[in-house]
């Protein structure tokens, strides 16, 4: 238990600019912008997100979702089919140019839970898993944004 109760939030914010920085570099090694290596992650888990629902994963604006599938789409990596249901709304699907990139994505990510995780025993990676679902559960309930992230 960290003495000062600040320590922990601290903590939490170095490692997830670390991670950024990681993924940032390994988005760089096949091409990608970090924005785009995760749009692709978070579409290859979860196909049919909404542009707005895909804003809010990636902590960005709509606009700058908007831009970022247009890039995309460009290259056939991104489908923007209409919501049956909504003609105002674009569900997005990994696009027919998707498939060798995605899995180079997901690959990378793979690679880097695992050198994350060397050296940790299951119980402490089930600790901290639980510990991170309970945070992540108290900062925002809706259980479909911390499915990926």
Do not use: N
Request: aromatic fraction near 2%; proline fraction near 8%; avoid cysteine.
């Amino acid at each position: 238990m960290p003495q000062d109760p600040l320590d922990l939030l601290y903590l939490l914010f170095d490692t997830a600019r670390l991670l950024r920085i990681e993924a940032g570099a390994r988005a760089r090694a096949r091409g990608l912008a970090r924005g785009e290596f995760s749009t692709l992650a978070i579409l290859a888990r979860a196909p049919g997100l909404t542009q707005r629902e895909l804003a809010q994963r990636l902590d960005v604006e709509p606009i700058t979702v908007a831009r970022l599938l247009d890039r995309l789409a460009a290259r056939g990596l991104v489908e923007r089919r209409p919501d049956p249901r909504d003609r105002r709304v674009w569900r997005l699907h990994p696009g027919p140019q998707a498939a060798p990139l995605t899995t180079a994505v997901t690959d990378a990510l793979a690679d880097l839970s695992r050198q994350l995780t060397a050296g940790l025993k299951p119980a402490a990676l089930d600790g901290l898993a639980a510990g991170l679902h309970h945070i992540s559960a108290v900062l925002d309930p809706a259980p479909a944004l911390r499915e990926v992230a």
